[in-house]
């Protein structure tokens, strides 16, 4: 059901006034980078935590834990020694999913690489981004194909790590991933500096796609990439400098299944 933008924005606003940003931390995979201080570690491990960050919490959350405490304090510095032949054997069983421990070990040896050659994945995409871009499809689309390229790898397992815009693919995990560097509130860490938040992409998966087709933030029904920009785009129009500042709301809400298309008309989004 189409709202106004005032009465959307009065909801919005309120659900983003009341969430628990610190209570949800735990529920959430960004727990993972939450538990480094220096930016490189937060990168690394941020980036290895949205890739698995697909299906159930509960189920990729163990996984990650597992991964991230054979890379020991410092997830950086792990990668930069990282060598496939020696290190490989450290990841046996590492599995989840669509993804074999040889996948894993594959996006390692990518990464190792790229910070090797960049000093971090910022550079790596600034590579790709400009200021001038509307969002920050380019410089996604720039990083992802570059980790692929220097992997060498045409693994379906491995692929599925690293979406691409310009396949249609929503992207959710890269755009989580984007979010936790680029945007420098609540729980976010804005260690990319220099990014404008309204050049972010909603992180959109099948809930956030319920949810905003319910209540008029887009008219798509599959949750790809123009969709997320055409919600993105809506969400600017109530707040142009920080949109995404509404993902919170709406990704828990449609995961609580609070929203419904069998309640719309009553929508407790629109209770006060």
């Not at 890739?51 to 159930?56: E, Q, S």
Request: net charge positive; charged share 30%; aromatic share 12%.
């Amino acid at each position: 059901m189409k709202r106004s933008s005032a009465e959307l924005k009065k909801s919005l606003d309120r659900l983003y006034a009341e969430y628990d940003f610190a209570g949800r931390i735990k529920h959430d995979p960004i727990e993972f980078p939450s538990s480094y201080k220096s930016p490189q570690d937060i990168e690394a491990a941020g980036f290895i935590a949205s890739c698995f960050a697909y299906g159930k919490v509960a189920l990729f959350k163990p996984v990650v834990a597992g991964i991230l405490a054979v890379m020991g304090r410092s997830p950086y510095n792990f990668l930069l020694n990282f060598d496939m032949r020696r290190d490989s054997a450290l990841f046996n069983g590492a599995r989840y999913r669509f993804n074999s421990e040889k996948d894993l070990t594959t996006l390692l040896a990518a990464l190792a690489k790229a910070y090797k050659k960049y000093g971090n994945l910022n550079l790596l995409f600034r590579e790709h981004f400009r200021e001038s871009d509307a969002d920050i499809g380019s410089g996604l689309e720039g990083m992802i194909r570059e980790l692929i390229k220097i992997s060498r790898s045409s693994s379906s397992g491995f692929l599925q790590f690293l979406p691409l815009p310009s396949a249609g693919s929503a992207c959710k995990r890269m755009n989580l991933f984007l979010r936790w560097m680029i945007r420098d509130k609540d729980i976010d860490f804005g260690i990319w500096k220099g990014i404008p938040k309204d050049r972010l992409i909603i992180p959109l998966d099948t809930h956030v796609a319920r949810i905003s087709l319910c209540i008029g933030l887009t008219k798509r029904k599959s949750a790809d990439w123009k969709t997320a920009v055409e919600i993105t785009s809506e969400l600017k129009k109530i707040d142009p400098d920080d949109p995404l500042k509404y993902d919170f709301a709406l990704c828990h809400q449609g995961i609580s299944r609070v929203c419904e298309k069998s309640n719309c008309k009553s929508c407790k989004l629109f209770t006060y």
